[in-house]
């Protein structure tokens, strides 16, 4: 005898449509109805800190980029403190420091990009550092759930990072690390699928 559902089915997964810009970056679609958008500067104007810009593209499997990614990025600050009060030491957040933000990628070049402060190491379970590091979370057409990874950078000590420790091969943890391009400038790409292709963190 079949088991009586008295519950609603879950609704289907959908890919990002063509609204997703609009509800969640209307400054990028055309729509100037905020004061400050939220992608311009991750940090805040006046956050102390090493300032940086981190650049780069999401890729298909084939390298091509993708151009209609939005991309939810946070943070802690250049002391390694989040601005959220489920970090202990919330209360000693660098005055005005957002750590958080949208950015798409550009509709005609796939570049995305952003300001904000180098981040410091955080304390992570355990009271096991985690080295500095910025966190990703992807949609987009075709996309059916958001995909979440980090960004590490290659000038700092990753060795002890627990999570970056949890990828076994050496080659796929390298595609976590931001390329240093410049004085205060980070290139990190992201690779949907195929060769080089991003890791991807289930959270």
């Known amino acids: ?14 890919t990002a449509g063509p609204y997703v810009h609009i509800g969640l970056a209307p400054g990028a679609a055309g729509f100037d109805i905020y004061r ?11 956050a102390p800190g090493e300032r940086i810009r981190v650049e780069g593209v999401v890729m298909d499997g084939t390298g091509a980029p993708v151009k209609d990614v939005l991309l939810e990025v946070w943070q802690a600050d250049a002391a390694g403190i989040y601005p959220h009060a489920e970090d202990p030491r919330f209360a000693d957040c ?12 550009d509709f005609d070049t796939g ?3 952003f300001d904000t402060v180098k981040p410091g190491p955080v304390m992570g379970r355990n009271g096991r550092m985690m080295a500095p590091h ?13 995909l979440n990874t980090r960004m590490y950078f290659e000038d700092e000590d990753n060795s002890a990072d627990p999570v970056l420790n949890l990828v076994e091969q050496a080659p796929r943890r390298e595609t976590l690390l931001a390329r240093k391009t410049g004085p ?12 080089g292709e991003t890791v991807f963190l289930d959270i």
């Open 1 to 14: 005898m079949a088991q009586p559902l008295n519950y609603l089915k879950e609704s289907a997964s959908q």
């Open 36 to 46: 400050t958008q939220l992608g311009e500067d991750i940090a805040g104007p006046d």
């Open 94 to 105: 660098a005055p005005g420091f957002r750590g958080w933000g949208r950015v798409i990628t």
């Open 111 to 113: 570049l995305w990009a």
């Open 134 to 146: 910025i966190s990703f979370w992807l949609v987009a057409r075709g996309i059916n759930i958001g």
């Open 184 to 195: 205060g400038h980070y290139r990190f790409d992201i690779r949907l699928q195929g060769d």
